[in-house]
């Protein structure tokens, strides 16, 4: 399974994707990662609703990582979450990451909304989810909270 766009390959985490793709110094494998594989070798299902691997075509190398928390639940909804190393933000790779794989999701018929959020000064975030036409729902503390329907 892989996406590509104009700039990128999108591609899910496995402990042989990690083994085969160069990382760079500003790439950490973070806790999500190591409790995401943990989590897909229990239950193999879970492919595609876990983390993505975001890889530079030029010199194919990860620069972030994208992904769900987990499959669609009984209201047919995920949540997103995406995030990029310091050189390759403000570049656009963001919003192209996640704009492919919302598309992914939503062509799934147990898909009808997704849902992300981010710290109310997170202005790059911010700028992300607006750019894919989320909508902003009802804060919670420091956080703000969007939606996308598949209808929108």
């Not at 009808?112 to 503390?141: G, H, Y």
Request: net charge negative; glycine share 6%.
């Amino acid at each position: 399974m892989k996406l590509e766009t104009q700039r990128l390959i999108l591609i899910p985490c496995t402990e042989e994707a990690l083994q085969m793709i160069s990382t760079t110094d500003e790439y950490n494998i973070g806790p999500h990662i190591d409790m995401y594989l943990r989590e897909l070798k229990e239950d193999s299902s879970l492919i595609g609703w876990g983390v993505w691997l975001v890889i530079n075509k030029e010199d194919n190398t990860i620069i972030g990582d994208i992904g769900f928390k987990g499959k669609p639940d009984s209201e047919n909804t995920i949540e997103v979450g995406y995030g990029m190393i310091p050189s390759a933000q403000n570049k656009g790779y963001a919003t192209e990451a996640v704009s492919e794989i919302i598309k992914w999701a939503f062509s799934f018929e147990n898909v009808e909304k997704i849902v992300a959020e981010c710290f109310n000064d997170n202005l790059a975030s911010i700028r992300v989810l607006e750019k894919l036409q989320m909508k902003r729902t009802e804060p919670e503390d420091n956080m703000l909270r969007w939606e996308l329907n598949k209808t929108n």
